[in-house]
């Protein structure tokens, strides 16, 4: 199984501009009604405009605001310092800027976070890979697995 997640954007295009300057990745359709993000030949991110109904209904409200409150749109990313330097260069709004998760010790992914805003508001998450961060400590082949019991890091 893999997420294929969908936000409602009021701007596709643009936002489709911004999600490949920051994370590096590919438009794999185009239109100013929807779109879909690639990167490494796998879909990561699809937009959809606001009240744009095509066959399903609209996608959310633009009226209700904040856009995905209480979720965030997390990214593990390989070229994490590269994508914190274009977060920069496109004066990005940081909500938590570059840090350890786990704070410090041992446990938990040992990886780089930075949580910033997308244009609509959304919080988007990048993240270096599980253990990335320095120290003795390394994740298990699938932290993410029932056997290690670790989950997102939170």
């Not at 920051?22 to 993000?37: D, I, K, M, P, V």
């Not at 010790?105 to 959304?122: L, V």
């Amino acid at each position: 199984m893999r997420p294929q997640p969908l936000i409602a954007v009021t701007d596709v295009e643009a936002s489709s501009r911004w999600y490949q300057r920051l994370l590096g990745c590919r438009s794999n359709h185009a239109g100013a009604e929807y779109e879909q993000l690639v990167a490494d030949g796998q879909l990561v991110l699809q937009l959809h405009r606001f009240g744009v109904g095509h066959e399903h209904g609209a996608i959310g409200n633009p009226a209700d605001k904040p856009y995905g409150n209480g979720v965030l749109l997390w990214f593990e990313v390989g070229d994490f310092d590269a994508v914190l330097q274009r977060a920069a260069e496109m004066n990005v709004t940081i909500v938590l800027p570059r840090h350890r998760n786990p704070a410090e010790g041992d446990g938990g992914p040992n990886h780089w976070e930075c949580w910033m805003k997308d244009p609509d508001g959304y919080t988007i998450v990048v993240a270096s890979p599980y253990g990335t961060a320095g120290g003795a400590w390394q994740p298990g082949p699938e932290p993410w697995g029932p056997a290690s019991g670790a989950g997102s890091g939170h």
